[in-house]
């Protein structure tokens, strides 16, 4: 399973941006798929899951702000993210794990695989 995450970038604090991650060698709709990101200098964190029903799950840092949706005929998550904050400046990376069932989302050992990232930079 490979993972291509795109749609980083530049921009100001306030704008939007919305990344993709397109998974290829497994369909994804019987998969939970999740978004990690990590800020310079700190620890990879969770952001945000969506589960094979649909269910979502947000970290408190960007409820309201972020959107996480799937689609699955083009085998691709979404990650929409509004009134965006310098602090929310870090690599995004999606994964998705082996099995069916992952015991707790935001664990980062819960997955198996991972994209390789893409920077998203908000300037004050």
């Known amino acids: 399973v490979q993972l291509q995450a795109s749609g980083g970038g530049l921009v100001q604090a306030g704008a939007s941006l919305r990344l993709s991650c397109t998974a290829s060698g497994r369909p994804i709709n019987n998969y939970h798929m999740t978004w990690f990101r990590q800020a310079p200098g700190k620890e990879r964190e969770f952001v945000t899951s969506i589960t094979r029903s649909r269910s979502t799950y947000y970290a408190d840092s960007v409820k309201g702000r972020f959107t996480i949706s799937r689609d699955n005929a083009k085998n691709t998550v979404y990650l929409q993210m509004n009134s965006l904050k310098p602090e929310d400046t870090a690599v995004y990376y999606c994964?998705?794990?082996?099995?069916?069932?992952?015991?707790?989302?935001?664990?980062?050992?819960?997955?198996?695989?991972w994209g390789q990232g893409t920077l998203v930079t908000v300037s004050s």
């Open positions: 994964a998705t794990s082996a099995r069916l069932i992952i015991n707790s989302l935001p664990l980062e050992n819960q997955y198996d695989y």
